[in-house]
Structures are given as C-alpha cells and as structure tokens.
Nanobody, 122 residues
Framework: QVRMVESGGGLVQTGGSLRLSCAAS????????MGWYRQAPGKQRELVAD???????NYKVSVKGRFTISRDNAKNTVYLQMNSLKPEDTGVYYC????????????????WGQGTQVTVSS
C-alpha cells in the first residue's frame, strides 16, 4: 500500500505565501517524477509544477518566478513554496508521484494525494 499525505493548504490574502508538503509512504521501490496539480471550481485539473528525481523542474507559465518546487528523495517528500499568491491560484492542490512498488514493477504508476484546499482572497 502507498499513501500520499499532503499538508499546508489554507486561506491567505493576495500577496501572501503558503508551503505545501506531500509525503509518500508505504511499499515504495523508487519514485520518478513528483508534482503538484490544482483544480479550480468548474475547471479541469492542471499541472502546476513537477520535478524529476535528479532535480529537473517544470512549471506552469503563470507560476514561474512565484512558486518553487523541491523534493527530499530520502524522505520521499515533495514541497511547493508559493509566494506572491493571487486569487487565480485558488483551488484544490493535489500531489502526484510516479513510482514503482517493487523492482519487478514494469513501469512507473501515478499515485495521488487526497488534495488540500488553497484559497487566496482579494
């Protein structure tokens, strides 16, 4: 069994900051890409940022320069530091990890956290 536990969401004013954390635990052999997605009301889930096991990052254009993704491979944890938050950043944020539960697993499989609400008031 694999668990993805997120924390750090909340309510913040425009211009404020939040830091999200997501820890993967359980039967994990290796993790490839870890990332953060968000879903605003009435919209599809979208990629916010992701990071490979060797630290290469990728960001949604609208968050570049404001958000920073990082990970601690020893702790199987991914973080998202969000600064200069805007109302359009509001949504449920989900962490994702592409991982293998055993050496014999043929391919990486995506696992998701339960989601954490981020609300930015104007």
């Amino acid at each position: 069994q694999v668990r993805m536990v997120e924390s750090g969401g909340g309510l913040v004013q425009t211009g404020g900051s939040l830091r999200l954390s997501c820890a993967a635990s359980g039967s994990i052999f290796s993790i490839n890409v870890m990332g953060w997605y968000r879903q605003a009301p009435g919209k599809q889930r979208e990629l916010v940022a992701d990071i490979t096991s060797d630290g290469s990052t990728n960001y949604k254009v609208s968050v570049k320069g404001r958000f920073t993704i990082s990970r601690d491979n020893a702790k199987n944890t991914v973080y998202l530091q969000m600064n200069s938050l805007k109302p359009e950043d509001t949504g449920v944020y989900y962490c994702n990890a592409d991982l293998k539960v055993a050496a014999t697993t043929p391919r990486f499989v995506p696992y998701w956290g339960q989601g954490t609400q981020v609300t930015v008031s104007s």
